[in-house]
């Protein structure tokens, strides 16, 4: 799960199948590589974008004070539920900066109840773009390989799995399918929904968005690690963006030769049921693993975090 703004825009396109994509949009033109000024300049106008628009002093101010809340949490040894939250209970517990699940909302949604079938007879023709090749290692390059093909072609070509980690349809827009998701009003300024489609053995590894997370688990299970926001201390992060950070340590099979301080690091793991939500207060870490063919959807809210709720001099002057 990437954060707002997180649009897959490879510069590497690799074929995945013998059937024909003609219909598919063409590869993303080459252009001039940015120099380092450029570079820094344009990482720099986006940092001060992001700030502007979570109405922010600055994004690394945000940051901070979130690693600063995460240091007076309690301990997590598990996951708590919460049926059907009205908007102020959810809002009081986010507010508390701890991941929980609801449950009885996005299991009424017609998503929910749509099926494979249905989705590819009824929307194969939009054009999606699949992560292809080993997506973990490369998770934060931003060349990382993809695919363009339709829909269909892709949930026909994983019907069929073969050896290695199956194509993945992750963070994508696919606006043909807002109306079947009826997002509750929970979060300030939320972001567009991002759809999450592939078979069992897709993987988001490890890594944080600094952003407050609403994602909704539509059909399959996913199972889930979080760490707190300030035991990045203990992940060796490295800054993709100032909003996202990934990690190189894997929970699942966890190296602590190569990552000593890693057990230092405080996890706790969930699984997502279908119909079931999950709230990922922002700066938390967490891994996300298909144990079965799953669908999911998310959206960031790019606003303040709820944790820091009237954090004196965050917020920028109205």
Sequence with gaps: MLPSGRTDAPAKIQPMSSKPTSHAPPPLAASRPATAEE????????????????????????????????????????VPRVHRPGAAAFRARAALGLPFLVTGVADRWPLAGLG???????????????????????????DRAMEDLALGDYLDLVAHPGAGLPPYLGNLELRALNRLCHWPTWLEKMGPPRFWLGPAGTVTPLHCDYDDNLFAQVWGTKRIFLAPPHHDAFLYPKEANAILSGSPFDPEA?????????????????????????????????????????????????????????????????
């Design 39 to 78: 570079a820094a300049a344009a990482a720099q106008a986006r940092t001060q974008r992001d700030a502007v628009v979570r109405g922010v002093t600055s994004i690394a101010a945000m940051r901070d004070a979130i690693r600063a809340a995460s240091r007076t949490l309690p301990p997590v040894a598990e």
């Design 116 to 142: 494979v079938a249905a989705l590819h007879a009824d929307y194969g023709h939009l054009q999606v773009r699949a992560r292809v090749g080993d997506y973990i290692e490369t998770a934060f390059a931003p």
């Design 254 to 318: 966890p190296d602590y030769d190569r990552f000593p301080l890693a057990r230092q690091a405080s996890l706790v793991a969930c699984t997502v049921a279908p119909g079931e939500m999950l709230y990922v207060p922002a700066g938390w870490y967490h891994q996300v693993r298909a144990l079965t063919f799953s669908l999911s959807s998310n959206r960031w809210a790019r606003a303040v975090p709820a944790v820091l709720g009237e954090a004196a001099g965050l917020r920028r002057p109205a």
